[in-house]
């Protein structure tokens, strides 16, 4: 409150010309380095480091080092900590809710967080994440459009799509012919114990909801329980497997797995050509990895970050790699309009790979599970209880 | 070394004192952080209360009875298997391991350096459906036709013993090492067979590290969860991961505190029962 | 009469000794067995890590290559994951089993008060679920603000878990003590610090050795309780696990295979070392 106060009488002073800021008096008025959450300002003054917290292998390598965070840090002179220890959002949000419930910082000013589970919403609901300085931020123009409102932020003043991915069906073409429904997959007596679900409700119910005619965007309890018990079926008469995360990949390429449900990045990463993946008949799902600001981060040097990876040069790059430098690309989906052209100059291979810059029949087929539904405690809980029975 | 003469008193406290003084800072208070925690009820949107909730409790015995039971189940055949597999290879180390005694018990935890996670996706693909060792066991006539090995509570059972394999070998060794092989020559020398004199001698004395190996074993065990995640299906999941989704999935931060005390009861009442079984001096060690 | 009874008797006499070999050398070659069954997935993990995996996924041989091995650290973020591992997993498993060692000697010697409850406080840890003992462990460290998450909560995270089984490893061997061996030291003049370092040390250096083994081999496999105390560290199992969820990279099967080597090739050396003592103190 009085926090937010002094923030507006600065930008009131900065608008009347900046000379009447002085350093101490941006340090009073941001409080410091304390380790109380009082939110860095948009004072426009850039920090020496940006700390960063993001998924593995979800940047732009060449060998030991991350191209466009060097290029950033050229730019505009600040130095990215780029730690990957985010791996999972429930275990990731477990590690951070301790401090964050006490007002204390986490020490990071971007961490990434999954849109179909619940814990996105959740840091915006609970107020744990700070507002974006959109003023530093003009590329958020190109944002693509299916992304500007999402239920979870409508008017996108906490987050901004990192990447995005699909969620369909995987089968090995050696051991079965196309598996390309989740009829199919859950019921085809030929695929019994071969299969594995998802053990994320968001992506599971999202597709077996869209198989049973549903809208997986506005959840009701009847659509719900029709497409649980459907799932609750395969997993008694031990259609499905194992529920999994991303382990699905190993037994797959093995052989012991004929199909899945799996993502789409993870089977471009694995480099066979008898796995492949698809989005479901009926339709699929859409997951976007976003950056917020948790409570206690720079806000201007982040949202100068976030400005940065819209270029659509940048992001071209970033994401198809360029194979004459050995700049190796994320290959997941961008979510900045004219990336797909800006990678045709790089790696035109890549920038026509659908998996990566899809099509727009593709996109029209993938949906977001509906928010609310993510974080209703008794679907959690019967979902919890059924994956571990 | 006067001082520890006439303070013989002052000896097992200022002994205890520096380990108990860690155990106390960093194990018993946020012990009992989690105990209040597993009586309080709410949500993460609206916040947690202190209530006196004793429901979690109820709760969490009513709905998750059989996970408990059976995580106990699987942590004792693990237990027992661990103990018959490697009683004899400690044995071996100890008795004949001359010189290169250290180096093998190198080997035994060295699997160990090697992550978890990747020594388990070595395991799977060993084990895999169409591999080796499938297709040797189902032409044996071991396993069915269609049948397979990983995905299932046998291969949650056969990880956790696998994983914990060092828990049992070191204890069993460090006590048999110790035995006197005189003792054993003697009793052979009065004419008991060498099974009689290993039943009469060298068993009874390496109860001490058979106490250890089992207890070292069968406690860590019982609040897995990562096997029966990577290796099991549905149906073999174990409390431990009732506790991680209650605490990660459901943000139920009372129920999971709340299952976690029920469990290490349940421990404690078998360590109890276990020790006056075997007779408290092994499980204590005799005073002075 | 005599050639028909020699042969039958050489035949006995070979049954006999061959007998003998199995019976003498069946615990080695089930021990032999034994170790091949624990160290099979390490044989996979060192074949693998000779791997040159077509996109970043490590699960099919694809063919043979020495880059891992030349660019092992060619992960960024691999290096600094498991330098932190190994310090860690050495200053712990030192303070755990010092501290588990003095507190076995207590239990195991000496009559006190609060024995029970002693007991009991060595075996909860044991017992804890691991996420509810990291995550209530880090509700502690949040109270403590001055001192950061990273290294140093990692570490007495470690100690304290650790501590519990240095404790039941060394007991099971001062249990079956001989004590009349230390009362022969003190008849023969030793006052009571010499005979705890001439004869006490050295009877169980090896319980000792086992803990320190033990307590090392948890330490540097630690997931769970690490993951909430560690702030923004990265140790290996964390980057393992992180890394897994887009393919394990064959530098992590190098790193593996590379500690395994190191470690036997320093204890191969401890044992030549021995020999070399021995025959030189053969006198």
Redesign the interface.
Same mark, same amino acid.
């Given at each position: 409150m009085t926090d937010q106060l002094t923030r507006r009488q600065l930008l009131e002073r900065a608008a009347l010309g900046g000379a009447a800021i002085t350093v101490p008096g941006l340090l009073a008025a941001c409080g410091g380095t304390s380790?109380k959450a009082g939110g860095s300002t948009t004072a426009h003054k850039l920090a020496k480091t940006l700390?960063f917290?993001n998924?593995? /292998? /979800?940047i732009d390598?060449k060998?030991?080092?991350?191209p466009s965070l060097m290029q950033f840090q050229k730019k505009t002179g600040v130095h990215v900590?780029y +730690?990957?220890? %985010?791996?999972?959002n429930?275990?990731f949000?477990? *590690?951070i809710?301790?401090?964050l419930s006490?007002g204390?910082s986490v020490? =990071?000013d971007i961490i990434v967080l999954t849109d179909n589970d619940r814990y996105l919403a959740?840091m915006i609901? *609970?107020g744990w994440v700070e507002k974006l300085d959109k003023s530093a931020i003009p590329n958020i123009k190109n944002l693509i459009p299916v992304q500007q409102h999402p239920s979870f932020d409508p008017h996108r003043d906490y987050s901004l799509p990192w990447q995005s991915g699909m969620t369909g069906i995987a089968y090995n073409d050696k051991l079965t012919d196309p598996v390309l429904s989740v009829d199919e997959l859950l019921e085809s007596p030929k695929l019994k114990?071969k299969i594995t679900c998802l053990n994320s409700m968001g992506d599971a119910l999202t597709l077996v909801m869209l198989a049973n005619g549903d809208d997986p965007t506005k959840v009701t309890d009847k659509a719900f329980n029709a497409a649980f018990n459907r799932i609750k079926k395969a +997993?008694d008469s *031990?259609q499905i497997?194992?529920?999994t995360?991303?382990?699905y990949?190993?037994?797959l390429? =093995?052989?012991?797995l004929t199909a899945a449900m799996s993502w789409s990045?993870?089977i471009?990463?694995?480099?066979?050509k008898h796995i492949h993946w698809n989005v479901p008949t009926a339709g699929g799902a859409l997951w976007t990895d976003n950056m917020i600001i948790p409570k206690g981060g720079d806000v201007y040097t982040a949202s100068v970050y976030m400005n940065f990876v819209y270029d659509p040069k940048v992001q071209g790059l970033m994401e198809a790699g360029d194979p004459k430098r050995k700049i190796v690309g994320i290959s997941y989906i961008p979510p900045v309009a004219g990336a797909g052209e800006a990678a045709k100059a790089f790696n035109p291979e890549a920038a026509s790979n659908v998996l990566i810059f899809p099509t727009k029949k593709m996109l029209d087929s993938v949906k977001l599970f509906d928010a609310n539904a993510l974080?209703n405690?008794k679907y959690?809980?019967q979902w919890?209880n059924? %994956?571990?029975? | 070394m006067n001082f520890f003469h006439r303070h013989r008193g002052l000896t097992p406290y200022l002994l205890l004192g520096p380990g108990l003084l860690w155990l106390g800072v960093f194990f018993v208070v946020p012990l009992g952080y989690l105990a209040y925690q597993s009586l309080q009820s709410g949500n993460i949107d609206f916040g947690y209360a202190f209530t006196w909730s004793w429901g979690n409790y109820w709760n969490a015995i009513k709905d998750y009875h059989s996970q408990f039971v059976r995580s106990l189940e699987y942590a004792g055949i693990a237990t027992a298997l661990s103990l018959v597999v490697s009683y004899p290879v400690a044995y071996w180390i100890a008795f004949r391991g001359g010189r290169w005694k250290n180096l093998l018990l190198l080997f035994i935890v060295a699997p160990f350096f090697v992550t978890y996670l990747i020594r388990t996706l070595a395991w799977e693909t060993i084990l895999s459906d169409n591999g080796f060792v499938v297709n040797t066991l189902q032409s044996l006539h071991v396993l069915g036709q269609g049948d397979r090995l990983l995905a299932t509570g046998t291969a949650v059972v056969a990880g956790i013993t696998y994983n914990f394999l060092p828990f049992m070998a070191l204890p069993l060794y460090v006590s048999l090492e110790q035995i006197d092989g005189a003792l054993i020559e003697a009793a052979e020398d009065l004419y008991a067979s060498k099974l009689h004199a290993f039943l009469r001698v060298t068993l009874p004395l390496s109860l001490p590290g058979i106490v250890a190996g089992t207890l070292l074993t069968f406690i860590p065990a019982a609040g897995d969860f990562i096997n029966a995640q990577l290796l099991g299906s549905p149906e073999n999941h174990m409390i431990g991961n009732v506790i991680q989704s209650k605490f990660l999935e459901l943000t139920d931060y009372p129920a999971a505190a709340a299952m976690s005390f029920i469990l290490m009861a349940a421990i404690l009442v078998g360590v109890f029962a276990y020790a006056r079984a075997v007779g408290t001096e092994q499980l204590t060690g005799t005073a002075v | 009469m005599n050639s028909i009874v020699v042969p039958a008797q050489r035949e006995r006499n070979v049954l006999h000794t061959s007998l003998a070999f199995v019976r003498r050398h069946i615990l080695a070659v089930y021990s032999l067995l034994f170790f091949a069954y624990l160290l099979l997935p390490i044989a996979v993990v060192v074949l693998f890590s000779f791997n040159h995996p077509a996109g970043k996924f490590n699960y099919t041989w694809q063919g043979f290559t020495w880059d891992n091995w030349i660019h092992w650290d060619g992960v960024p973020g691999i290096r600094s994951a498991i330098v932190l591992s190994l310090e860690i997993a050495l200053i712990a498993s030192l303070v755990a089993t010092a501290l588990g060692t003095l507190i076995a000697l207590a239990l195991v010697r000496y009559g006190f008060r609060g024995r029970a409850a002693t007991n009991i406080l060595i075996f909860l840890p044991l017992s804890t679920p691991e996420i509810v003992l990291g995550a209530s462990l880090l509700t502690l460290f949040l109270n403590v603000t001055w001192l950061p998450l990273g290294f140093w909560t990692i570490l007495i995270a470690h100690v304290m878990f650790c501590i519990s089984f240095a404790v039941v490893t060394v007991k099971a061997r001062l249990v079956g003590f001989d004590r009349h061996l230390e009362e022969a030291a003190m008849d023969l003049g030793a006052n009571e610090w010499m005979t705890f370092q001439k004869v006490t040390l050295p009877l169980t250096a090896p319980a000792i050795l086992a803990a320190l083994l033990l307590c090392f081999a948890i330490s540097i496999d630690d997931f769970v309780v690490t993951y909430f105390n560690s702030g923004a560290s990265v140790t290996f199992p964390l980057f393992v696990w992180g890394a897994a969820r887009i393919g394990t990279p064959p530098q992590v099967n190098v790193i593996g295979t590379a500690i395994f080597v190191v470690a036997v090739t320093l204890m191969l050396a401890n044992v030549v070392l021995q020999r070399l003592r021995e025959s030189k103190g053969a006198v």
């Open positions: 380790s700390h917290s998924w593995p /292998y /979800y390598t060998g030991q080092t991350f900590d +730690v990957q220890d %985010i791996n999972d429930a275990g949000f477990g *590690k809710q301790g401090p006490r204390q020490h =990071r959740l609901r *609970k114990g +997993v *031990k497997r194992q529920f995360g991303n382990d990949a190993p037994p390429a =093995r052989g012991d990045g993870d471009a990463q694995l480099g066979n974080n405690q959690l809980t919890q059924l %994956i571990s029975a | - | -």
